[in-house]
């Protein structure tokens, strides 16, 4: 206990209860953290954060497109407002719209950039200009995946965007180290969230085939990726940045 006490945290996309968000959010206030839970549904917000609250943790929820500068304005106002520095910034927000090659829409491949790539870039930017601002460091913990390392196939917008959080975290650190301010990426695998509910409904038998297709023969946690977060989030990693985290039973390796 305690390896975020007194820090003030931002994680996005956190209004799904079962979502990666969530469970990182948790895990922050779990270790001491006040944290800001943010996510374009502001009602799944306000029910992550409640859970923290009723847990004795400390929470906040604000409603945030991602997508919008304004909305990111809005956030780090209150943000500085009500503490007056960041900490930690987790970039978790993400959809995924799979499609094959010759069935990916120019507008498919816009919302995915958008969602998945400038909304990290907005919230960086910010992040930044705070922690720079106090003076004090900070940890920025980019959600890429093992489609942004990797050939996935039917990924084709969704890899450009995470491979684009891979090296964007990595100049981002380049920039920022002098000043203690950490960026590195996370790059999950197969995580057992809702979004594999429908994968698993809509082809069971692939679905097997493909999990079975792990090294490890099952998927991972949204505590697993939490974990991870955490470390990168924690004082452990003070000589962390740049780099990129594989959380995927090992089928990277392969």
Known sequence: MGRLEGKITLVTG?????????????RYAEEGAFVYVTDLDEGGAQGVADAIRAAGGQAEELAQDVTSEASWDEVFAA??????????????????????LEQLTAADWEKQNKVN?????????????????????????????????VGVTMCGAYAAAKGGVRLFSKVVAMECAAEQIRCNSVHPGMIETAMQDVARSDNPEGFKQIVGGIPMKRMGSPLDIANMNLFLASDEANYIT???????GGVTAM
């Open 117 to 149: 790539l400038d909304s990290v870039f907005y919230g960086t930017q910010r992040a930044v200009a705070l922690m720079r601002k106090v003076g004090e460091g900070g940890s920025i913990v980019n959600l890429s995946s093992i489609a942004g390392l």
């Open 14 to 26: 956190a209004g799904n209860p079962r979502g990666l968000g969530a469970a990182t959010a948790q």
């Open 242 to 248: 740049g780099c990129e985290f594989i959380v995927d």
């Open 79 to 100: 943000i500085e407002s009500g503490h007056g520095r960041l900490d930690v910034l987790v970039n978790n927000a993400g959809i995924a719209i799979l499609k094959p």
